[in-house]
């Protein structure tokens, strides 16, 4: 089993809907989680972490849950420009990333 | 401010054949992070230095794959000898320190290597 399992989408969405996708972990001693976004050919950037209240920015909202070891992220009122991958980072000893989920947004 | 700063973006070279790359990071970020991205895959953590120590390299493939930090800033990544399966997007990050982790990583543009 993978450390960080991520559904690839890609989600295909128009502009101003809601998207939610969800990241598992294998690891439960894992103490902190990321969200990171990558756009095409370009380097990963901090999206927000993850904290175990769950926590808002805007129009992005995330969730932890430890019992069921996933994290989510929820886009609502989505943007062209909130198409990307978007990569669960999770870390226990180390840091593991998944292998992201294709978002993209059309007009 | 200055990102985080790797040289060269992109290099060919055949299997069997040596390659080094170079990474200088944020100014004051005592940590530093190799990673390997393949196509279609996430980051994999390769080491990571806290200063011109190393915390973790249970990653890195060091039959063929070095790395060094000696002045606890910039840092280069070898390999010697490279396989087809190293093709990849060699990321740099830094932080100012590690947090248990917490501390937001910076990532430079990256190399991207292909193997011949």
Known sequence: RKE????????NVPEGATVAFNCTY????????FWYRQDCRK????????????????????????????????IRDSKLSDSATYLCVVKDYKLSFGAGTTVTVRA | EAGVAQSPRYKIIEKRQSVAFWCNPISGHATLYWYQQ?????????????N???????QLPKDRFSAERLKGVDSTLK??????????VYLCASSLAD????????FGPGTRLTVL
């Open chain 2, 79 to 88: 390999i010697q000898p490279a396989k087809l399966e190293d093709s990849a």
């Open chain 2, 52 to 58: 011109n120590g190393v915390v973790d390299d249970s």
């Open chain 1, 26 to 33: 294998s690891n439960s001693a894992s103490q902190s989680f």
């Open chain 1, 43 to 74: 380097e990963p950037k901090l999206l927000m972490s993850v904290y175990s209240s769950g926590n808002e920015d805007g129009r992005f909202t995330a969730q932890l849950n430890r019992a069921s070891q996933y994290i989510s992220l929820l």
């Open chain 2, 38 to 50: 393949i196509l279609g895959q996430g980051p994999k953590l390769l080491i990571q230095f806290q």
């Open chain 2, 99 to 106: 947090r248990g982790g917490r501390d937001e990583q910076f």
């Open chain 1, 4 to 11: 960080v399992e991520q559904d690839p989408g890609p989600f």
